[in-house]
């Protein structure tokens, strides 16, 4: 070994930096943070409306999905994070935790001490809230959360048109109930970015404990004997771990990572030349993903922020920011949404909503020349279960990304649903001073073969990919309640690969929370 530490985690993402920062408040215990990406110096990683270019290139691997037999082959851009701070330094700083239900449904498939009140401590513990602090929220803790700062006037229209659907308005999705519309809190910290990096690495830098390296590509876990003994990078380096080897690659790179290894399905592995060191079928299993739909709608004047994508109005908002901290740099563009339900007879809220104040936020998603606004749907417990798998033994290939979108039948009616209610939301009186015309669909989509035809043109990742590598109690299960790998010693996954089920709505603030919880146990663990 060329270097020797006692944790070393491969992956500077969401859970990982939370790990990296909690195991090193020991001055005794060394921690390695290994990240393939690079620093996140770019303005555009700190400005909020930086995710307008996040989903096109900057900050990603540029991955892409198989061709999904279920969508007349549709290949999805498939955005995953190459960077610091992981997909907490790219995505749309939505702060949304999920409903109390799923965690509860983790505790009755049997995930002991992954229920709702077991895991909102460490929601809690995370925050440093702008607004509440109470039952549900915290303050002081490293991740700032706050309201949006740079709403428009169609956002509030929004909230009206919803509620002549019956549709409520909730001020806080993350408190008692999740029912209604709403302005989502984001992690933004005054008028920046508040990603995993900036909030648990930055102010931890001069700790002597923990190294952090960028540009560090893991090629492959060491396993000896049945031990996760270290890593070894793609330039030959290996590195010791006397504890343990985390992996924080998220949903997609940490299977892909374990299959580089050897662990994984043996016939699989078997079939690219890779050697066995152990056969794991649930690796790169039950992925899950939230599929995203949208209805475009072009205004009828300047009411959302399309037009500062022409560069003298770009100009404009760059010295408005520069001096207030407000305007177009300050909103993420899909600050405002909510919860729905598209069965009525769902436990909870199964549709979530974004509001985009523009078109063509977001990569493959049309452009209305004279301006418009997005509102996105997803369905939220999708029953279709997808696969990552290798295309290759070599490292520098991408992975196979199966997400198998509406695989199951229900997944397409109800995807179908929601989509139809944000038509209907958009069609209401009070967006009407605001809205010139619906533009996607449009009245040229009728039936629910038309709606179909039509999402399999226009539909993308809702970036909520899960479940990759299953928590249970169960011998089939990737990890054990504690995370810990089943069947080799020495190594853990912290990410939302250990996922069960894909939770109610945006994913990262759970990731952050899976950080926090897997900090405890590993302390306890190593006494």
């Not at 001020?171 to 029912?179: A, L």
């Amino acid at each position: 070994m060329d270097a020797s530490y006692d944790f070393i985690i491969v992956g500077g993402g969401s859970a990982g930096s939370v790990v990296a920062a909690r195991l090193s408040e020991d001055p005794a215990v060394s921690v390695l943070l290994l990240e393939a990406g690079p620093r996140d110096r770019h303005p555009f990683y700190h400005l909020p409306a930086g995710f307008a270019k996040m989903t096109k290139g900057i900050g990603s691997w540029g991955w892409e999905t198989v061709p999904q037999r279920h969508m007349q082959g549709k290949v999805f851009r498939y955005t995953q994070a190459k960077v610091i701070g992981g997909g907490s330094a790219i995505n749309a700083q939505i702060y949304t935790r999920g409903n109390a239900q799923d965690y509860d449904d983790w505790r009755q498939m049997g995930c002991a001490g992954w229920g709702y009140e077991e895991v909102l401590p460490y929601f809690r513990k995370a925050e440093d809230n702008d607004t509440f602090d109470n039952r549900y929220h915290g303050k002081g803790g490293p991740l700032g959360v706050s309201q949006p700062i740079a709403p428009l006037p169609v956002c509030e229209a929004y909230f009206e048109a919803a509620a002549a659907l019956g549709i409520p308005r909730n001020m806080d999705v993350n408190g008692e109930k999740q029912d209604g519309v709403a302005y989502y809190q984001l992690t933004q910290r005054k008028a920046r970015r508040s990603s995993a990096a900036m909030a648990y690495l930055a102010p931890n830098r001069g700790r002597r404990n923990l190294t952090v390296r960028t540009g560090a590509s893991v090629r492959r876990v060491l396993v000896c004997n049945g031990r996760a003994v270290g890593v070894e990078l793609m330039d030959g380096e290996r590195l010791n771990a006397g504890s343990e080897v985390i992996l924080s690659s998220g949903a997609i790179g940490t299977p892909r990572l374990l299959q580089l290894s050897g662990v994984g399905p043996a016939a699989h592995l078997e079939s690219l030349g890779i050697e066995v060191h152990f056969d794991q079928p649930g690796v790169g299993a039950n992925l899950q993903d939230h599929l995203d739909l949208y209805c475009i709608c072009e205004l009828n004047g300047p009411f959302s922020y399309d037009r500062y994508a022409k560069p003298q109005w770009a100009a404009v908002a760059a010295l408005q920011y520069l001096f207030t901290r407000k305007g177009p740099v300050a909103s993420s563009l899909f600050e405002t949404g909510g919860f729905w339900y598209a069965d009525p007879d769902a436990r909870s809220p199964d549709i979530q909503f974004h509001l985009g104040l523009g078109t063509g936020i977001e990569h493959g998603v049309v452009a209305m020349p004279m301006g418009g606004v997005t509102l996105n749907s997803c369905y939220l417990r999708p029953r279709s279960r997808g696969t990552v798998r290798l295309q290759s033994s070599d490292p520098a290939k991408a992975p196979l990304i199966d997400p198998n979108y509406l695989e199951d039948a229900r997944d397409r009616e109800m995807s179908i649903r929601g989509l139809k209610t944000t038509q209907e939301i958009l069609a209401q009186a009070p967006l009407r001073r605001f809205i010139k015309a619906e533009r996607l669909p449009g009245p040229d989509v009728k039936t629910d073969q038309d709606y179909f035809d039509f999402i399999c043109q226009h539909s993308k990742t809702s970036h909520h990919c899960a479940g990759t590598c299953r928590m249970g109690p169960d011998a089939e299960a990737v990890v054990d309640i504690r995370l810990r790998f089943n069947g080799i010693d020495g190594l853990r996954i912290v990410d939302n690969s250990i996922m069960p089920t894909v939770i109610s709505s945006n994913t990262n603030a759970a990731a952050i929370m899976i950080g926090e919880k897997a900090s405890d146990m590993i302390r306890q663990d190593h006494g």
